[in-house]
């Protein structure tokens, strides 16, 4: 039989060979590397059978489904592993995520440091005797018998579809609920470490049990696995939830509530400079500003959309079923209260592109297990905004929106982290989206068009579009690898005409506008934890929350700080003036340790000659000079963005 490979070539093969025998045949440094494959398309384990005409693609560590499948046989491994050691526990579920693994137990004694380090030794047990993985299939009663004694399972096998194929795998003397696929064997797993434990609800509902989460990691390589090791350890030291806290950015209160964090003097200071920067930046490029509610009727969300596609991610204040009385809901979005600032009046062509912005602040029921932080919240705050249009004015507008985020992204030193993805619909989710596969097809090959002519490099992402209209994605990553949106460029061709949205075209007709909704910066809050992570909290001078502390060495000097301080505050620096009985390497190093900029250190010698020891946190260097020279040093750091 022949089987056609990735690059086109065939493979002549015997029948009744499988994957890995064809792996082996092309080279057997492929078949030790290979992981996993497709099988016309389809993510299949390596001991699957081929048949003649199926197209084969291996997949080894540098594939995303390669690692998918190494670690998700991991997982396994550690669920092995505490069943002999602990075999009261049940088992829940175990996915691979990026870089890693878990495993979710219900155990009624608390995992610890000791219980991983002997988990470890018996998973290197298990690798070693190269345990053999197999599938198999059971009918549904059949299944819910053999998991009886498991109720996480009986509760998953329950939640599938009567006609779902309800498969196993099977080492050694383990077997778990798994579609699969997985390694062939266990000893395929090279390198792997357990990393912590923490708590998990089951399914993410808080109302549910709370599980213990063992987390953990995989290669194929040790040392590949120590050099991330040593990353993440890095990372542990500018995770914003770490030194943002430590830095009194921001704190969060239990009593408050999860995802709902309470920004600190300094934390505030930086979002208003940034909401500055945005509002000032947008005004400048014919941004209008406006002022909507909290909060709206369910009618509201109705029209919009929102009360079908989004009311799980809503907090809603009333019985959302019953009729007779009045039921609002916090926003989840801008648009449709913005929506009203263009129907306030009837619209000729002239007055478009209409361009509205407005600093809100938004609310989105997010689950518990998927707070962070300043990352994912509860309530935040955004700038969002929407631009009204022509079809002749669409491109113009859209490639107003990328550069003005490009601007953004750049001054903020943003621009080498973020990536692109153009977020489309699947038309085999229909109930998920407005609109007709027509009107997609238009808004997506529109939104296609722009961005190539523009020259953006972008990944496609299917099923991520918004219920309303594709979107362009700026996305960045966090110091734990995980990938957030920062901002987005959506085309909108539904919801004008749901709210009646119109405009006099040129021909006296009555027209749709179209929509851009966009975000300038996106969610501050998780700007900031991004800024944390990537300067490590050492903001750069134009946003750092404190830019410059006078440290007076004497008496003598104190009442020259404070004449220094008056000047710099004239100018709009944002300076302290530390003038506490503390000796000065003290001082200094607490400065140091807040990661302000610049500290003035000022004794009888700067007093006499009217000067300043200017010393700056990066070098950690002193270098005199004169107020006014000090003070033009700044103004072109400040206006450069340097950092």
Known sequence: MNIKLKDGSLLELENGTNALDAAKKISEGLARAALACEINGELRSLPT????????????????????????????????????????????IGPAIDNGFY????????????????????????????????????????????????????????????????????????????????????????????????????????????????????????????????????????????????????????VIGQGLPIL?????????????????????????????????????????????????????????????????????????????????????????????????????????????????????????????????QLEDEFRGCVELAKYFMDALGFSDDITYRFSRWDPNNKEKYEGTPEQWEQAESEMKRILDDIGIAYVEAWD?????????????????????????????MLLAKKFGMEYVAQDGAKKHPYIIHRTSLGCYERTLALLIEKYAGALPLWMAPEQVRLLPITDRARDYAQSVSRALTAKGIRCELDARNEKIGYKIREAQMEKVPYMLVLGDKEVEEGILAVRDRAEGKTETMSLEAFEAKLAHEIATFAR
């Not at 199926?54 to 997982?75: C, I, P, Q, V, Y």
């Not at 009385?325 to 009837?346: D, I, W």
């Not at 991520?464 to 909108?492: C, R, S, W």
């Open 103 to 254: 495993y979710d137990f219900d155990r009624p004694t608390p995992f610890t440091p000791d219980d991983l380090t002997k988990i470890e030794a018996e998973m290197k047990k298990i690798v070693k005797a190269g345990l053999r993985l197999e599938r198999f299939e059971l009918p549904r009663a059949e299944a819910l018998e053999f998991m009886k004694d498991e109720p996480y399972k009986v509760e998953l096998i329950s939640d599938l579809p009567e006609d779902a194929v309800i498969s196993f795998y099977k080492q050694g003397d383990f077997t778990d609920l798994c579609a699969g696929p997985h390694l062939p064997s266990t000893s395929g797993v090279k390198a792997f470490k357990l990393t912590s434990c923490t708590g998990a609800y089951w399914r993410g509902d808080s109302s549910r049990k709370m599980l213990q989460r063992i987390y953990g990691t995989a290669f194929t390589k040790k040392d590949e696995m120590e050099a991330y090791l040593a990353a993440v350890e890095e990372a542990k030291k500018r995770d914003h939830n770490k030194i943002g806290r430590e830095l009194e950015y921001f704190t969060t209160v239990d």
């Open 49 to 92: 059978e081929l048949h003649d005409g199926d197209t084969l693609n291996l997949l080894t560590f540098a594939d995303e489904d390669g690692r998918w499948t190494l670690r998700h046989t991991a997982s396994h491994i550690l669920a092995q592993a505490v069943k002999h050691l602990y075999p009261e526990t049940k088992f829940a």
């Open 264 to 392: 600190l003097p300094k934390g505030a200071r930086v979002i208003q400079l940034l909401q500055r920067f945005v509002e000032d930046e947008e005004q400048r490029r014919g941004y209008l500003l406006t002022k909507t509610p909290l909060m709206a009727k369910r009618e509201l969300y109705k029209i919009s959309g929102h009360w079908d596609h989004y009311r799980e991610g809503m907090f809603i204040m009333g019985d959302p079923d019953d009729e007779t009385k009045e039921c609002f809901a916090l926003r989840p979005m801008t648009c449709p209260f913005q929506y009203q600032v263009f129907l306030n009046r009837m619209r000729s062509y002239r007055d478009l592109p209409m361009r509205l912005g407005e600093t809100s602040t938004l609310f989105r029921n997010e689950d518990s297990g998927e707070m962070h932080g300043l990352i994912r919240v509860r309530q935040f705050t955004i700038s969002e905004g929407h631009l009204m249009c022509t079809p002749e």
């Open 464 to 492: 991520e579009a918004a219920f309303y209209g594709p979107k362009l994605d700026i996305q960045m990553k966090n110091v734990h690898g995980k990938e957030d949106t920062l901002i987005t460029v959506q085309i909108d």
